[in-house]
């Protein structure tokens, strides 16, 4: 079962089944990670467990209009995890990769969607096909799709 906690440990989960690797190159991502994109995790709500410590939180409007809310550690200020109450974030949680505690374990997993590809760094080589607005290949229709939306925070 995948484990993670924030930097200083005082936060930590574990989750059940498989998860979602979503690469996101919103600008919010990039302010939160302190980098160029986000890696993040998408599981069902019903699969993760909290199994220390208590998040603050603080929330705002995504590009839903509804609450995205950044769930972080009060003492080191990592953020773990997302919530929101738009419809897909509504039943799912957003872990972010990097607290996972096994690091091979996100080796293992293949990202299955990029979004907010229009704001990907121009020096960022991916070997994938990555998925674009007007691809046409229906991707708004999908679950991931709809993330476009919940994750720009
Ligand atoms: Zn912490
Ligand atoms: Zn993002």
């Given amino acids: 079962m995948?484990?993670?906690?924030?930097?200083?440990?005082?936060?930590q989960y574990e989750y059940t089944g498989e998860g979602q690797v979503i690469i996101c190159h919103c600008l919010p991502c990039r302010r939160l990670s302190g980098s160029a994109f986000s890696t993040n995790i998408l599981i069902p709500r019903s699969s993760f467990h909290p199994t220390s410590g208590t998040p603050k939180t603080i929330s705002r409007p995504g590009d839903s209009g509804l609450d995205v809310t950044l769930n972080?550690?009060?003492?080191c200020g990592h953020t773990i995890f997302v919530t929101g109450e738009s419809e897909v974030l509504r039943g799912s949680i957003v872990?972010?990769?990097g607290t996972l505690d096994?690091?091979?374990?996100?080796?293992?997993m293949a990202p299955a969607e990029e979004i907010y590809t229009e704001h990907k760094v121009s020096w960022m080589q991916t070997e994938r096909k990555v998925?674009?607005?007007?691809?046409?290949?229906g991707w708004m229709s999908?679950?991931?799709?709809?993330t476009l939306f919940l994750l720009g925070m």
Wanted: with cysteine; proline share 6%; net charge neutral.
């Fill in 142 to 146: 999908t679950a991931f799709g709809a």
């Fill in 131 to 137: 998925k674009k607005e007007g691809d046409g290949g």
């Fill in 102 to 108: 096994d690091p091979e374990l996100l080796d293992k």
């Fill in 72 to 75: 972080f550690c009060a003492n």
């Fill in 2 to 11: 995948p484990t993670g906690s924030c930097l200083c440990k005082n936060l």
């Fill in 95 to 97: 872990v972010k990769a």
